[in-house]
């Protein structure tokens, strides 16, 4: 193989909606050369992974067949050998040198524009190479029809193979990108951060891993770790949609700790250590310096090459002295040794678990033998609605009603009544507490029931991605009697999220499969939601949860104080139903406040406590001494007023009684 990167490999690409023809016309060719697709022209902008998609067809048609011969030259590259070997009288030479690989890989193609000599060359060095059966894969920054001055007899022969396009990564992709560079560099993030780099208007995953490489200087600079707030400001995301700004400091007074506080210059960018990692193998294996760590630089391209993870092997090159530099590499090996035993029999009896992350980790075997268990006995279930929260247990008023009788009805009846079934309602009213008792009454009827919220469904596709395991992961779903997602509002932006919920709801509704969700945000009022998901909700029936009534509060709150306290204080609990609330959250939190009180003051909760807690103590000012007055006030705007004819300061204006003088 020339020219060909290490680290650019299909087990390192990862795949996306935005690729995924992409990779998947690459991997085609790199199993057949020369029998489909020949040529291939993949065309994006720079930046989205052409020259990684080139060279990983490289590495896996030389893996599969290492008799085969695989080039890969630039067009600059090429212009240049060109150039030179007419000049020297060699351009026979020049053409038996392309023409006798089995795999041609010609990079940056737009470079050859206006060069009418190399066009011609090129066009019968495709001629040849398709006469003998030998595959050339071309890329540009651009499709054919807009490369300047391009041949059309050029065209014409990259639109009899394929030209296909690269777009930008969607959001999942992006953090799934993240996700995988940052363990490979192995360094670890807060919750939220690597989200929050993913969020910025970026469609170039060369300037995702520039992003990614400023956050491991920032946080390497700091004293803590990066939040994702941190992260938004120092790479300018903008904020998540529905979220409003908190209070933090402004981009230009943040910096991190430390004298690596200023932004790193390009030229002084961490470098990748993947990279420094091999120019050091290839370093050490030429000079030979010692026989064990050219062993063991060899076993790591190996294991790497074939898709293992090598970081056991990598800490043993950075080792100064070590016991026995052999046994480690035979433990290794029997690890590796046992993941393909267990891969082998999971593609018998799971094959859509047999490329699972965990089979190619030789430092954690335990997780390959867990999922290998779990596949065995068929326990991976999708999750379930929580069994804390029943459909019995809540409580039904005047100001629900509707809501839950519809829920009742559906647990009864089925997806013939109601699919999807749509909750709509504020934070705190008990949407996900009448979704997760749907889902245990639907339970009870026999069949898999799903019942997650939406940041989890988010989460599970983009490691799924991260594993190049989207089909088992589709299929964990499209299994299951019934589908319950919590605050579905939360996929607005997220379309590749949007797309598998797409496909999803069609297949469930078609198969008479019952589907409910949940929002915090009014249908009409829903943002960055695709048309076709968003009618597809709207044709169910959708319900309001309001706010819960005083009546409906005061029935929560008697019931949470008979379960903690030997009797229900009436008093107690009709005053704290009287205090506003706008959730049966903060409603029952008035409550927990009493209690808490009560405890701390060793006392039994009553309305007076309450009232001094909720109200603040009440002062009394000292008492007047009594005078004696007439009872008659000086008129002020003619006529007598009596302090007995007239009530003067009603607390309510609205409520004063005015009796006219008789």
């Not at 400023?214 to 949609?241: K, V």
């Not at 005061?554 to 009287?578: K, N, S, T």
């Not at 006030?633 to 609205?654: C, F, H, N, Q, Y």
Request: glycine share 8%; net charge negative; charged share 25%.
């Amino acid at each position: 193989m020339s020219g060909l990167n290490p680290q650019f490999r299909f087990d390192t690409l990862v795949v996306g909606a935005a690729n995924r023809l992409a990779a998947t016309a690459a991997r085609a060719v790199a199993e057949a050369p020369g029998t489909v697709y020949n040529p291939l022209f993949i065309y994006a902008r720079p930046g989205l992974g052409k020259t990684h998609l080139l060279m990983a067809m490289g590495h896996a048609a030389a893996a599969i067949d290492p008799r085969l011969a695989v080039e890969y030259v630039t067009a600059d590259a090429f212009l240049e050998s060109f150039a030179t070997a007419v000049a020297g009288g060699q351009g026979e030479a020049h053409r038996r040198r392309f023409s006798d690989v089995g795999l041609l890989l010609l990079d940056d193609v737009q470079f050859l524009s206006q060069r009418r000599e190399a066009q011609a060359e090129l066009i019968r060095l495709i001629d040849g190479l398709q006469a003998a059966a030998r595959q050339i894969v071309l890329a540009s920054d651009r499709p054919p029809a807009e490369i300047e001055g391009l041949d059309e007899r050029l065209i014409r022969r990259f639109a009899g193979g394929l030209v296909i396009d690269i777009l930008a990564p969607d959001y999942e992709t992006r953090v799934a990108i993240l996700r995988r560079r940052a363990e490979e560099r192995g360094v670890a993030f807060g919750p939220g951060v690597l989200e929050a780099a993913a969020s910025a208007d970026s469609d170039s995953v060369r300037e995702l891993i520039g992003s990614l490489n400023r956050l491991i200087a920032f946080q390497a600079a700091s004293d803590a770790p990066l939040d994702p707030m941190q992260a938004r400001l120092l790479l300018g995301s903008p904020e998540p949609a529905g979220i409003e700004a908190q209070d933090s400091v402004p981009p230009a007074e943040w910096s991190p700790p430390g004298p690596a506080s200023a932004a790193l210059p390009p030229e002084a960018a961490p470098r990748d250590e993947f990279a420094d990692f091999l120019s050091e193998v290839s370093a050490t294996v030429s000079q030979q310096v010692e026989s064990w760590r050219a062993r063991v630089a060899e076993a790591v391209l190996r294991w790497e090459g074939e898709g293992y993870r090598t970081a056991r092997l990598e800490r043993l090159l950075s080792e100064e002295v070590v016991a026995d530099p052999h046994a480690v590499l035979d433990g290794y090996a029997e690890d590796v040794a046992r993941l393909r035993a267990i891969g082998a029999e999971l593609a018998e009896g799971a094959p859509a678990l047999a490329g699972s992350a965990e089979l190619f980790d030789p430092d954690n075997v335990a997780a390959a033998e867990a999922l290998l268990e779990r596949a065995r006995h068929g326990v991976n279930p999708p999750p379930a609605p929580s069994p804390h929260w029943r459909l019995e247990s809540f409580l039904e008023g005047a100001s629900n009603r509707i809501a839950v009788r519809a829920a009742q009805s559906v647990a009864a009846e089925g997806p013939g009544r109601y699919n999807p079934f749509v909750i709509v309602g504020a934070s705190g009213v008990g949407k996900t507490h009448l979704l997760h008792g749907l889902g245990n009454a639907l339970a009870a009827r026999g069949g898999v029931v799903a019942c997650l919220g939406a940041h989890e469904f988010v989460d599970e596709l983009i490691d799924a991605i991260d594993r190049e395991a989207t089909a088992a992961w589709r299929a964990r779903y499209r299994a299951v009697d019934a589908f319950l997602l919590d605050d579905v509002h939360v996929v607005a932006g997220k379309d590749r999220t949007q797309d598998e919920l797409f496909l999803l709801f069609n297949l469930l509704l078609e198969s008479g499969r019952q589907m409910a969700f949940t929002s915090a945000v009014p249908l009409a009022d829903m943002q960055g939601i695709e048309p076709r998901l968003l009618t597809r909700l709207e044709g169910g029936l959708v319900v309001e949860l309001p706010a819960p009534d005083r009546a409906l509060r005061q029935a929560a709150i008697e019931r949470l104080l008979a379960a903690r306290l030997d009797g229900v204080d009436p008093e107690l609990a009709a005053y704290i139903a009287a205090r506003p609330a706008d959730s049966m959250r903060s409603a029952l939190g008035l409550v927990q406040r009493v209690l808490n009180a009560a405890e701390v003051q060793q006392v039994h909760p009553t309305a007076a406590l309450a009232r001094e807690v909720l109200e603040g103590p009440v002062t009394r000012g000292p008492r007047r001494a009594a005078s004696r007055v007439s009872g008659v006030l000086a008129p002020t705007a003619g006529g007598i007023r009596s302090r007995e004819k007239m009530v003067w300061e009603w607390p309510d204006a609205a409520a004063r009684l005015i009796e006219e003088w008789r």
